[in-house]
Structures are given as C-alpha cells and as structure tokens.
C-alpha cells in the first residue's frame, strides 16, 4: 500500500520562505515521477511542479517558476518543495502526488497521479 505524507507546512509571512517534504512508504520512489499541487479555498487543484524520475528534469507553472524548487533524495525515498518569496496568493493546502505507472519525464495533469498525501496548510500573510 503506497502512501505519501507531506510535511513543513505553516504560517509564514510574504517574502518568507518554506519548504514541504513527502515521504513515500510502501514502494521506492526511485523509478517514478513526482509531483505537487494545491488547493485555495474555493478554487480547484491546480499544480505547482513535477519531478522526474532522475531528478534531471522539472516543470512548473509560470505562478511559481523562479520562486518554487522541486527535489528528491531517492536515497531518503523523499520529495521536497523549497517556496521562496512566498506570496499570499501561495495561500493553499499543498499535496504530494504519485503515478503508479512510470514515465520518462515529469507529469504535469493531475490525471496521471495515482496515490496523493493528506495535504499540508500554506498560509502566508501581508
């Protein structure tokens, strides 16, 4: 049974920085991509970055490029966000997702993540 659990969310104020972590039990993570998404209060899932399989390739939408990282340590079988610059509008609980297929590069379509985590709390104030 594969499950993701994310953790380092919080109340940060703009500017501020944060970065989440997921965990992954129940498999390795080292063959497949990995992604993360948020929700804003009244607003649908949209997604944040991805990760591929090596770690060689990453997307982002244009809301966050520059300011959001993706990572992984395959060795801690570990997925990380590093938010810099953080922006109200960041404001959202934040998921880790997982595909059970693998895939060459990164995914950005919510439609091909199988397993997602809890979710964490952003908040960031002005």
């Known amino acids: 049974q594969v499950q993701l659990v994310e953790s380092g969310g919080g109340l940060v104020q703009a500017g501020g920085s944060l970065r989440l972590s997921c965990v992954t039990s129940?498999?390795?993570?080292?063959?497949?991509?990995m992604g993360w998404f948020r929700q804003a209060p009244g607003k649908e899932r949209e997604f944040v970055a991805s990760i591929n399989w090596s770690g060689g390739s990453t997307g982002y939408p244009d809301s966050v490029k520059g300011r959001f990282t993706i990572s992984r340590d395959n060795a801690k079988n570990t997925v990380y966000l590093q938010m810099n610059s953080l922006k109200p509008d960041d404001t959202a609980v934040y998921y880790c997702?997982?595909?059970?297929?693998?895939?060459?590069?990164?995914?950005?379509?919510?439609?091909?993540?199988?397993?997602w985590g809890q979710g964490t709390q952003v908040s960031v104030s002005s």
């Open positions: 129940g498999r390795t993570i080292n063959m497949y991509a």
């Open positions: 997702a997982a595909p059970a297929r693998m895939f060459t590069g990164w995914l950005r379509s919510q439609n091909d993540y199988d397993y």
